[in-house]
């Protein structure tokens, strides 16, 4: 069964940075692509980056150059660097892993960006 674990989340100020990890059960090669989404309250989950296997990365732009989406194989873990925060990234943050046609979500971290 796939278990996605989540890590990371919490308050910072406006400006700072935050890390946030995604431990994915089995491979993460046994999986399409692996990414982070986010839904803010009242608010539709929207796409944030994607690291497709054998593929390019993908942000959303209100993202660009701030946030990084990266790896590690051998520990099954997905990354999201998110650095120069806004207010307006607070939300909830999921992992998603997508295997063939179907999609699999970690409960999610709530990042709080606020002074």
């Known amino acids: 069964q796939v278990q996605l674990v989540e890590s990371g989340g919490g308050l910072v100020q406006p400006g700072g940075s935050l890390r946030l990890s995604c431990v994915v059960s089995?491979?993460?090669?046994?999986?399409?692509?692996a990414g982070w989404y986010r839904q803010a309250p009242g608010k539709e989950r929207e796409m944030v980056a994607i690291?497709?296997?054998?593929?390019?990365?993908i942000y959303t732009d209100s993202v660009k150059g701030r946030f990084t989406i990266s790896r590690d194989i051998d520990k099954n873990t997905v990354y999201l660097q998110m650095n120069s925060l806004k207010p307006e990234d607070t939300a909830v943050y999921y992992c998603?892993?997508?295997?063939?046609?179907?999609?699999?979500w970690g409960k999610g971290t709530l990042v709080t960006v606020s002074s």
């Open positions: 089995g491979s993460i090669f046994s999986f399409n692509a």
């Open positions: 690291i497709p296997i054998g593929g390019s990365r």
């Open positions: 998603n892993a997508r295997r063939s046609a179907s999609d699999y």
